[in-house]
């Protein structure tokens, strides 16, 4: 079993619609909870970063992490087509030495 | 304020070459990580160093791979006698300090003929 587990998709959703993208991970020592956007041939983007249970908003991008069935998930709310791209869950322990990152989820969103 | 540069771009080599990707963390960043990535996989963690020092090189091949980070330059990640299985992009992140946010450069694609 991997540390990190995401759906790779990939996804696709008509403009407008909500998106949920999900990770479920084993180590309990993860305590830092990021969602990285990437798109085709750039490097990884940081979108949201939390470190306790609850949800996060940010504009459109809301963050949930259930740390007691070690599960986060990224909303994104009236989708638009400039967010096709491929959304990775990422997550580490306390010192950050080894963040471990989900395979990505690639998401379409089509106008 | 530059982000985190990566160079070159891309980088193609013949099985046997040896294959140096550099990156420049952002400016007051002392924190460089290496991510690889291959298609439909996330990202691999190979190896975190501070300036001088290697931290963690857990994920990184015992032969063949080594990384650095001096005093002064970039960081460097070098491959000797590349093969096939070696091509991937390799991605570089710095923070300015264990525990906090990760900035990504826009990777170094490595192809092996």
């Known amino acids: 079993q991997k540390e990190v587990e995401q759906d790779p998709g990939p996804l696709s959703v008509p403009e407008g619609a909500i998106v949920s993208l999900n990770c479920t991970y084993s180590?309990?020592?993860?305590?830092?909870f990021m969602w990285y956007r990437q798109y085709s041939r750039k490097g990884p983007e940081l979108l949201m970063y939390?470190?306790?249970?609850g949800n996060k908003e940010d504009g459109r991008f809301t963050a949930q992490v259930d740390k007691s069935s070690k599960y986060i998930s990224l909303f994104i709310r009236d989708s638009q087509p400039s967010d096709s791209a491929t959304y990775l869950c990422a997550m580490s322990d306390a010192n950050n030495n080894d963040m471990r990152f989900g395979a990505g989820t690639r998401l379409t969103v089509k106008p | 304020n530059a982000g985190v540069m990566q160079n070159p771009r891309h980088l193609v080599r013949r099985r046997g070459q040896e294959a140096r990707l550099r990156c420049s963390p952002m400016k007051g960043h002392s924190h460089v990580y290496w991510y690889r990535q291959l298609p439909e996989e996330g990202l691999k963690f190979m190896v975190y160093l501070q300036k001088e020092n290697i931290i963690d090189e857990s994920g990184m091949p015992k032969e063949r791979f080594s990384a650095e980070f001096p005093k002064e330059g970039p960081s460097i990640l070098r491959i000797q006698q590349v093969v096939r299985g070696d091509s991937a992009a390799y991605f570089c992140?710095?923070?300015?300090?264990?525990?906090?946010?990760?900035?990504f450069g826009s990777g170094t694609q490595l192809s092996v003929l």
């Open positions: 939390t470190y306790s249970s």
């Open positions: 180590n309990s020592a993860f305590q830092y």
């Open positions: 992140a710095s923070s300015p300090a264990s525990g906090e946010k990760l900035f």
